[in-house]
């Protein structure tokens, strides 16, 4: 069993590891913010965040420590790799995309959604699903103000410091891939598939979750300024390839 957030790049990395090795599960989507809630009930106080999946009678919280039962549980098609070089490189990478792209990348997503008010009621909806998705707009005052307070969403100079913080994880990708097309050796690694998936709410390629269809204006203009990088089309071919 998967708890999940649909739109989240965190649950996207897990499902996509799941659907990688192809492994039977059920998913399970509780409207934030109640998944606090239910991740600290299942974990006894671990977590407060989703991804948690069960496996084997043990709920684990965190996409790292999901990949990683996984790989134990489902080793094929591997997502790690067995040479000890090559290990080390895909999980250092797996923790650098987590750590350096995820955090700007939901701040930034979320900043454009809240300054497009009529999107924002849109996604609140969706993510709030029935019957509250019929109160578009307090689904949406909620998700605003839950987003300020856990993720400092609203000022345009931390939407500026999160801009920053994704062009230096574009420089990073564009090195570490050096010309190539897979960033640990020559297959499809859990390094390839944390870079993508936490860079999907900005590159928003086709085969990525999407809610609503509309990418806000502003994410828009950070897209235009990016598309032409390596990296930038690294992810779109990524989830084109492997997705
Ligand atoms: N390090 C965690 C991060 C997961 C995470 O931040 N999940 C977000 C959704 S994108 C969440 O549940 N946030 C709730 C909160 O922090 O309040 C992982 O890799 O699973």
Known sequence: MLWQISISHYSEKVRWALDHKRVPHARRTPPPP??????????????????????????????????????????DPPLIPADPVQRER???????FDEAAGPPARHLGWHEITHDPDLLEEVAARLAGPPLDRFGSIAG?????????????????????????????????????DGLEQLVGDAFTVADLT????????????????????????????????????????????????R
Request: hydrophobic letters at 45%.
């Open 90 to 96: 895909a999980l250092a990478l797996e923790d650098l």
């Open 141 to 177: 005052a909620t998700a605003k103000a839950f987003v300020g307070l856990r993720f400092g969403v609203g000022a345009d100079e931390a939407a500026q410091e999160s801009r920053n913080a994704l062009v230096r994880v574009f420089d990073r990708l564009d090195a570490e891939l």
């Open 34 to 75: 109640s998944h606090m809630a239910i991740a600290y009930a299942l974990t006894r106080g671990e977590h407060a965040t989703f991804p948690l999946m069960r496996l084997d009678g043990r709920v684990i919280g965190d996409s790292t420590a999901i990949i990683a039962a996984l790989e134990q549980r489902h080793p």
């Open 195 to 242: 870079a993508a998936s936490l860079l999907y709410p900005i590159v928003t390629p086709p085969g990525a979750p999407r809610i609503v269809e509309r990418v806000p204006a502003g994410l828009v203009r950070f897209q235009d300024a990016l598309r032409d990088r390596p990296g930038f089309r690294w992810v779109e071919r990524t989830y084109e390839r492997f």
